[in-house]
């Protein structure tokens, strides 16, 4: 009598279907598109796992780090639901590995919902808008929408009144102003921003030039750009919003990054632009005043400029990674 063989066969993505879904989610946005992150899939679970060599000055705690990681790990749940398979996700499996971000099981799922993969549809054509826009068409229903696709990952989003915009861009110009002399923050911006063909980085042509960024007012200020007038007829009128959380741990912060993420995605599933902020939250004095902007106490972690383009160029996607440098397949 031999004995029951009692091994379990784990159901993963083919070869073909993993390549195609990891490519898709490597599209996330990451802080200067500095795509710090790894994955590394062990025949049965995919694991996600920061890259500290990526994290930078300006970023001390990582916590900038941490909401990229975040943003790729919804952009991969969401690329495999894409292709009919449901995520189980164990976040921070191991607190003895602070750069194990994440562990993922698959199971089948051959009806995820209408708004995935609508999400996963606009991965390829979401994009970083810093030029002046439009108020965005729909609003009052589209904002409700984000509020519901942030609260599972107990992030907060609130609509700031175009009151305070003048706040904003004050405390957007305090923010550079105390990083106008700092010249590790400067050699490091400048070795990020205006390069061409890096695999990493923004590259020229997403940044904007001196005389289009002051119609926008709200936003870092990146290594100035030959001079250019685009959308010139226009003001800024992108509606602001402010996600926020209920502490400032790393797990806090990667669930930022996801709900960032699906904001991103939902609002260019709606023909909508966006256009992600954090550099006023990395000084205390900016936490502090945009924490004071709305009602209930929370850490603010990150800003969204949202509008409308009313142009219908697409620009050319930034440049990513290879995908060979930051995901490892082993396979019996």
Known sequence: MTARDTSVVTEVPDHPTMLAAMRLACRAPSVHNTQPWRWVFDGARLHLYSDTDRQL???PHGRQLMISCGAVLHHVRTAFAAYNWHTDTVRVPDLGQPRHLAAIEFRPWPDPPAGVRARAGAIDHRYTD?????????????APALRTLVSPHDIELDVLDDSVRSRLVTASEQSTALR????????ELHW?????????GI?????VSDAEFARVGVGRTFPSVPHSMRRDHIQDRARIVLLSSNGDSPQQWLHTGEALSAVLLECTVAGL????LTHITEVPSGRKLLANLVPRVGLPQVLVRIGTTPD?????PTPRRPLVDVFTEHRE
Do not use: I, V
């Not at 002046?132 to 609003?139: A, N, T």
């Not at 590259?203 to 940044?207: D, E, G, K, Q, R």
């Not at 632009?273 to 992600?276: L, P």
């Open 57 to 59: 000055s300006m970023d």
């Open 130 to 142: 810093r030029l002046p826009m439009l108020e965005p068409d729909g609003w009052d229903d589209l």
């Open 180 to 187: 106008r002399y700092d010249m590790l923050y400067q050699s």
């Open 192 to 200: 990020w921003a205006g390069h061409t063909e890096m695999p990493e």
């Open 203 to 207: 590259p020229p042509s997403a940044l």
């Open 273 to 276: 632009s966006a256009c992600a």
């Open 312 to 316: 219908a160029h697409e620009p050319t």
